[in-house]
């Protein structure tokens, strides 16, 4: 009997002790998000897209190739850092045959998920309210997924990469503002994986002109 009362009595403090971590952890965070407003951060899936050399003035983050990957990274640096805005820069295949150089996508979709033997529209994840995303009216869709495609998918949308919508669905969740530049390489066919090595340098030279007219440097 004793032991138990005892027993209790340890647990309750412990308890305690968890709720005034909690509520220093959550005030710490608070902290760091005054501190550190008005932070843009760069991110892209590899160092051949862009380099740190390319902006030395400004933080550009990795999050590898691919939707989890970059949903990991976005998820750790919005922690860290508590960014007031988000750009995504990469390159893309293009779906719309008109599209050329460096453009903007504003509206993001999920090409890869796939749910209609169910019920559910190309895209749409099941039970899931946030289906396509968009950041403002005007620019171009892209269609995210864990492929590089080389044939046309069934969601159809302008562009096609492997990170953005991960990123833009998390910003849009934390309520942090998102841009998305994307450089078309190729258009998403036979010759993508050639066209895109032969690419890449060129959209580094537009991007990096690009944001030196976003910050006014």
């Known amino acids: 009997m004793v032991f138990g009362i005892f027993l209790m009595f340890i647990m309750d403090g412990l308890g305690f002790l968890h709720s005034q971590v909690k509520r220093e952890s959550v005030y710490t965070r608070g902290d760091n998000c005054t501190r550190k407003n008005h932070m843009i951060l760069i991110l892209v899936a ?3 897209e862009l380099s740190e050399k390319d902006l030395p003035d400004m933080q550009i983050h ?3 190739v691919g939707k989890i990957n970059a949903a990991i990274k976005t998820s750790k640096i919005i922690r860290d850092n508590s960014p007031s805005l988000i750009i995504n820069y990469g390159t893309a295949g293009s779906l719309n045959k008109e599209l050329r150089g460096l453009v903007e996508a504003k509206r993001f979709f999920q090409r890869d998920m796939d749910a209609t033997p169910l019920g559910f529209k190309i895209g749409q994840t099941p039970f899931d309210d946030i289906g396509e995303i968009n950041f403002g009216s005007g620019g171009y869709s892209c269609g995210t997924g864990d492929s590089f495609v080389t044939q046309t998918p069934k969601l159809k949308t302008d562009l096609v990469d492997m990170e953005a919508y991960a990123i833009a669905k998390i910003c849009y969740i934390e309520d942090i503002k998102f841009k998305c530049f994307k450089y078309i390489s190729d258009n998403a066919d036979a010759d993508a994986n050639d066209d895109w090595i032969d690419n890449v340098s060129l959209g580094k ?13």
């Open 46 to 48: 590899v160092k051949e």
């Open 62 to 64: 990795y999050t590898g």
């Open 205 to 217: 030279k537009l991007f990096v002109s690009q944001m030196r007219n976003l910050v006014g440097n």
